[in-house]
C-alpha cells in the first residue's frame, strides 16, 4: 500500500509526464499548488516510489518516469473521472446524428472520429466478426496440383480460394486434413480461427497425412479466408508516429506492420463479451510490439447483447480519463444506434 503522500506523488508524476512526455523532478513537483513538501521530501518519496517498482529513471535524466506498474496503480487508484468537454461532445453527437441506415459506414467513420479525437490510432470491429463461426471446411480437387478451399460460415456465407498442393497427394489425405480441420475448428468463432491453428493441429497434421507442406500451405489460405470475413476499421495509423517515444523507425515499424494485418489488430482486442471498458497497459496486451503501448477498449451491444469491440492503441503515456470516458461515450451511442436499427 502508498501512503497518501506517495500516492499524491505518483499521480502528479504520471499527470505531468503525460502532458510534457518530459522526466518529472522533485523541484517541478514542489512548485505544485496541492504538493505542500521541499524538494528533497519529494525526492526521497521518489526514490521510494522507483525501488517499489511505480517508477523508473531515465538514463540521461535526474527526472523520473511511470513504470507500467505506476501507470496501472494510477488507473486502478487514483485516476479521477473527467467530464467529455463541449466541443468533443458537439462532435460526437453530430456524428451519431446523421448516421442513416449504413453500419458498415457509421463503425468505419467512428474509426476515423476516435482516431481525430484522441490524436491516438482507433480500432473498431464490427459485429458479425463476433457472430460468426466455422460451420464447414471443405478442400475441392480440381486437378493435379491444385484444389479450391471453401471456408462456410454458421451464417451461410461463403468464402473460396484457390490452393496450390502437391500433384501427387492422394484424396485420402486431402479427406484426413479435411476431416480433422472440421473437427477442430468448427464451431470456431472467425476472430478466434488464426489462434486456433496452433501448434498441436499442425502436429496432428503431420500424423495424418504424409504431405505435412501441403497441409500448411492449405492452413495458411484457410486462414486468409477466415480474415476475409473479418471486418477491422483502423483509423489514425500514422498518429502513433506523433509521438515522442516514437520518433525511432525501427521502434514503430513493427507497430506499423502489425495494424496492417487485420488478424493481428483484432487479437488486440477483448472478445465482445467483455463487458465495461478495459486497459491493458505494455506487456498486459500478451503481444511484444506492444510492449510499450496501452490499448483502451470497450464493447458495444444490440439490444444489450455485447457484438462488437471498439478501441484505442496509444504509448502508455496516454490520457487515460480523457481516453476512457470518450470510449464509454462511444460505445453507448454505438449500441444505442445498433439497438435501434435492430428494432427497425
Known sequence: MLTPRQRLILSAIVEDYVRSAEPVGSRTLSKHDEIHLSAATIRNEMSD???????????????????????RFYVDNLMGRVEIDNQTLSVL???????????ERLIHETALVLSELTQYTSIVM???????????????????????AILVTDTGQVETRHVQLSEGVSSDDV????????????????????????HEIAEELARVTERYDD???FLDELARLAEARERVFVGGTTNILAQPEF?????????????????????????????????????????????????VSATYTIQGVPVGSIGVLGPTRMNYARVIRILEYVSHALSDWMTKQASG
Open 49 to 71: 516510489l522507483e525501488e517499489m517498482g511505480y517508477l523508473d529513471q531515465p538514463h540521461t535524466s535526474a527526472g523520473r518516469i511511470p513504470s507500467q506498474k505506476g501507470y
Open 93 to 103: 453527437r453530430e456524428h451519431f446524428q446523421r448516421q442513416r441506415g449504413e453500419m
Open 126 to 148: 464490427g459485429p458479425h466478426v463476433y457472430q460468426e463461426k466455422i460451420r464447414q471446411i471443405q478442400l475441392i480437387p480440381l486437378r493435379p496440383g491444385a484444389a479450391v
Open 175 to 198: 479427406v484426413r486434413m479435411v476431416n480433422l480441420l472440421n473437427d477442430k475448428l468448427a464451431g470456431v468463432p472467425l476472430y478466434r480461427f488464426r489462434s486456433q491453428l496452433s
Open 215 to 217: 497441409a500448411m500451405a
Open 247 to 295: 520518433r525511432n523507425v525501427d521502434k514503430v515499424r513493427p507497430l506499423l506492420a502489425l495494424l496492417e494485418r487485420p488478424d493481428r489488430v483484432s487479437q488486440m482486442l477483448p472478445a465482445a463479451q467483455t463487458p465495461g471498458v478495459q486497459v491493458r497497459i505494455g506487456m498486459e496486451n500478451g503481444i511484444p510490439t506492444l510492449q510499450d503501448c496501452t490499448v
